[in-house]
């Protein structure tokens, strides 16, 4: 018989809540690419609480972003990983790496402004390089498909394939700032089949 997890306080669940309360309503501010500027004065207006009962869930503002950005990160990476073990196929698991990546902006607005660090230029430098190693950690997903579609021969050779990996989140990058400059009008998904298919003529080179 297995050992019954102890029972969570209501104080912690209460504190875990008004956590993911902060986030989600710092998140949607992001939406709005014409906005005020975010600050915790803000933040708590749209609340309805104190600045003094943010600095109680979250030390700073850069600590909020921190959160948005594991939140990305433990969102994106669950399922890169679910997607190495689902799909045998190394060009399909770059697709859908690249589709997810782009899915994830256009359903999330806010994150994306995160993702291109438009929102962060201002705020503690660890997040900017947080973003950076994020991004370094992607590639590197996609180099490790790329080479399994060299084993499974879906690719001729795989001596470009640093260049072909960085070329393909480079068009991911790319996307998330039109999606952000165009204040979330040019979708990231928008014509997305058709330059998948133009882009894996390249990669299979």
Known sequence: ??????????????????????????????????????????????LKVSEAALYRHFASKAKMYEGLIEFIEQTLFTRINRIAVELPSGLAQVEATLTLLLAFSEKNPGMTRVLTGEVLHHENERLLVR?????????????????????????????AITVQANLLMNIVIGRWHQFSSSQFQRRPLEHWELSWTLLKSLVRI
Do not use: F, W, Y
């Open 1 to 46: 018989m297995s050992t019954p997890e102890p029972p969570v306080s209501r104080s912690r669940a209460n504190t875990g809540e008004r956590r993911q309360e902060i986030l989600h309503t710092l998140a949607s501010l992001l939406e709005r690419p014409q906005s005020e500027k975010i600050t915790t004065a803000l933040l708590a207006s749209h």
């Open 131 to 159: 973003i950076a190693q994020l991004c370094e950690r992607l590639e590197a997903s996609l180099r490790q498909s790329l080479r399994l579609a060299v084993t499974h021969g879906e690719i001729s050779s795989d001596r």
